[in-house]
């Protein structure tokens, strides 16, 4: 039988194990490609580790988090990202270069919130 551990532990990209998008709570995980290939661009681009705090979200757990209704979190179209050792506004410029239509900037909470929605781009801070 194969251990719960295992599950998702595999190479979906030249730098990212599809684990790394699963939710917190119950490892369950929907990853968008287009998603995926840009947030491959940035790894490329900044030629740094990407880590994500917080990738797909099943409903229950987008709420304990205090997530939006509707979130991209919620289809695999979003994680929230940060890079050690790299400033966040450096992060912000290369993500926009990359071309994320959403960008999220929480310069308190030191991350990003990244997403490919298929509407019209937007960008904040938080
Ligand atoms: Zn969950
Ligand atoms: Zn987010």
């Known amino acids: 039988m194969v251990g719960q551990n295992v599950?998702?532990?595999?190479r979906i990209s030249e730098n990212f194990m599809l684990d790394e998008f699963q939710c917190t709570c119950c490892q369950r995980v929907m990853l968008h490609n287009k998603f995926l290939y840009k947030l491959?661009?940035?790894r490329t681009k900044i030629e740094k580790p990407i880590i994500i705090t917080s990738g797909y979200r099943c409903s229950s757990y987008n709420e304990v988090v205090g997530g939006v209704k509707g979130s991209y979190h919620l289809?695999?179209?979003?994680?929230?990202?940060?890079?050690?050792?790299l400033p966040l506004e450096e992060l912000l410029r290369a993500a926009e270069q990359v071309g994320f239509p959403g960008i999220g900037f929480y310069p308190n909470n030191h991350f990003l919130h990244l997403d490919v929605r298929p509407v019209s781009p937007a960008r904040w801070q938080g």
């Open 40 to 42: 491959q661009d940035l």
């Open 75 to 85: 289809y695999g179209m979003a994680a929230d990202v940060y890079v050690p050792g």
């Open 7 to 10: 599950i998702n532990q595999f």
